[in-house]
Every structure is written in C-alpha cells, then in structure tokens.
C-alpha cells in the first residue's frame, strides 16, 4: 500500500493472481468500505489497472497487474455537528451504541432540526467516520421514537454499517423492551402478529392494516402494578411505533402515550387527556433496555443492558405504592 499525491487518499496494490474481479479483490483489501461503495468507485473511475481507468467492477484482473484505488474525501454532511454530551455504552473503530434519552430526535426532520442524535454522533465521531456511502456521517442502524428512551446502534464505516444492517433484516440483532401498560395482559405472555402500515384518516400516525407490513411483537408481564403491569417486549420485526401500535390494537396501551394511549383506535389517534396519563412520566413509558448482536468485523457477540431513565423508574415506584 502506498500513498499518491498530497491531499489525496490513495492505495496502490500489486496483484500476484489472476482471474479475480476486481470489486472483489478491492473489497477485501478495503474492509472499512461496503461492496456497492467499491462498485460505486469503480463505476465513478476512481481504480485504475495496470495505468487505465476501470469501470467494470467484473474486469477480471490479470496476473501482476497494478492496481490503484483514489478514494476521495467524504462529502460532508448536510447535518450539522452538535456537542451534546452522549451516554455512550460501548464504543470502537467501527460503531458505537448510545443510550439515548427521552425527548432527543434521531435524525433532523421539519420538526425539528436541531438538536438530535444524529447531530451528536457527527460531533462525537468526528474524525474518526471514513463516509458512509461517501458522506461523513455515522450510520444509524435502527431507530428510536423520541420519547422512547434505550440502546441504539451507530455504525462509523460503510462495512459497519452494511453488516449491521443485513443482521437487523436478518433478525439477528435481538432488541428487548420494557414498556408499562394499561391493564394486565389475560395470558401472562404472548405474541401479537398483525400488519402494519399508515393510518387510513391520520397520515402521521400507524395502524393495524391488511395492507400493512408483517409485523410480530413477543411481550411476557413482568410485573403486576395494581391495574397496570410492566411487560418485556421483544420485536421480531422493525416497523415505525411497532410496540405503541401492537399494544394499543391488544387494548393494552403503553402508559403516557400521547397518540395511541387510549386503546384501540377505530377513529385515529386521540388527543392526550389526564386520564391516559396514569402519573408523572409525560411520555410514553417505553425503554430499549437490552441490545444483543454480532459484531460485524470480529463476529463476536456483544449484549449490552441501561437501566431505564428517572422518570421510567419514579412512575415504576408511584405504581408499587
């Protein structure tokens, strides 16, 4: 390996065999990157072999040939950093997870611009982000409602990030809950299997809908708390408020849920009232407790655990007393 010109990131390889792709040969070599990112810097004539411009990722390479990879510098984000101090669990070269808080957004939107997750991590990697699909910025690999509070993964390279997010399709990353609901569960524990997808009537908000996505959601009680009991909840799918839209359509709404807290929602979501907020929490009382995954460049497993929040834990006390 050898570097070019100043200012340029450069990677000159000999090849000693032949009959091998060249996408191929460079993904090997170049592990902080994903496979499509080489195929995209071969297509953008970024490799060159034996002095020409290759555009083919399938060009078989011969044997001896000499091959140059100039890897331009990440574009930068559109995001802007922000130093926001960050409950970082577990952190190497590829990814992190953080324990995100309460009422922090994960990516910017028209709601809010500032102030996110996304914003932290930037500042938090700087530095250290190699560009995922060429723009320097971490990768999240799953998200978290804003006023669900819990354990999320970032990744800080392409092949990170690629490798996570094949597991989490894969149902390979294991992500567990704890949420407290309305009532007591009849069964104790049980599986809810029911299609997600838009509301009919209320366009921000999700509901249980033939034309919806397969989604499964696996919840045991925990603990009884008088008329509401703690639940464990794990998600064998990823869909957007999966848990508050699960245990709404079960009649069993997660507590302080401003949007689906009143049960069933034959109409839509409903306004927040003073009788669906049991005490004190201000929120829905959902926590992404526990993380378990395979880590994607040493393969070892990691499992990571963060107790609930303050207000989580005070509503938890209000209701054993």
């Not at 083919?56 to 331009?72: D, E, F, S």
């Not at 997750?117 to 804003?146: F, M, N, T, W």
């Amino acid at each position: 390996m050898s570097m070019a010109k100043r200012g340029e990131r450069t990677w000159a390889l000999t090849c000693h065999e032949g009959a091998k792709r060249v996408d191929s040969f460079l993904a090997l070599r170049l592990k902080e990157l994903s496979r499509s990112r080489v195929q995209g810097l071969i297509r953008d004539g970024m490799v060159s072999v034996d002095g020409r411009i290759e555009t083919k990722a399938a060009h078989a390479l011969p044997g001896g040939a000499r091959v140059v990879v100039t890897l331009p510098p990440p574009v930068p984000s559109h995001i802007e950093a922000e130093d926001i101090a960050l409950d970082v669990r577990y952190e190497d070269a590829h990814l992190l997870v953080v324990n995100k808080p309460p009422g922090m957004v994960v990516h910017p939107g028209a709601g809010q611009r500032r102030g996110t997750l996304a914003a932290a991590l930037l500042h938090h990697c700087r530095g250290q982000l190699s560009g995922i699909g060429g723009v320097e910025r971490p990768g999240i690999v799953h998200r978290l409602d804003k006023d669900t509070s819990g354990l999320l993964i970032a990744a800080k390279t392409d092949a990170a990030h690629g490798r996570l997010s094949a597991d989490l399709k894969a149902r390979r990353i294991h992500r567990r809950y704890l949420a407290i609901v309305r009532g007591i569960p009849a069964q104790g524990e049980g599986t809810i299997d029911a299609p997600i997808g838009r509301h009919p009537t209320h366009r921000t908000a999700m509901a249980v809908v033939e034309s919806g996505r397969r989604a499964v959601t696996h919840y045991k009680v925990r603990e009884v708390l008088g008329d509401e009991s703690l639940l464990g909840i794990t998600l064998e799918t990823g869909r957007t408020h999966q848990i508050r839209v699960h245990m709404s359509h079960i009649g069993h709404p997660v507590l302080g849920d401003p949007v689906y807290g009143l049960g069933r929602l034959p109409r839509g979501p409903r306004k927040k009232t003073k009788s669906n907020q049991k005490s004190l929490i201000g929120r829905q009382a959902l926590h992404a407790h526990r993380l378990a995954f395979r880590h994607p460049i040493d393969g070892d497993e990691r499992e990571l655990m963060a107790e609930p929040p303050a207000d989580f834990l005070k509503l938890l006390e209000d209701l054993r007393e």
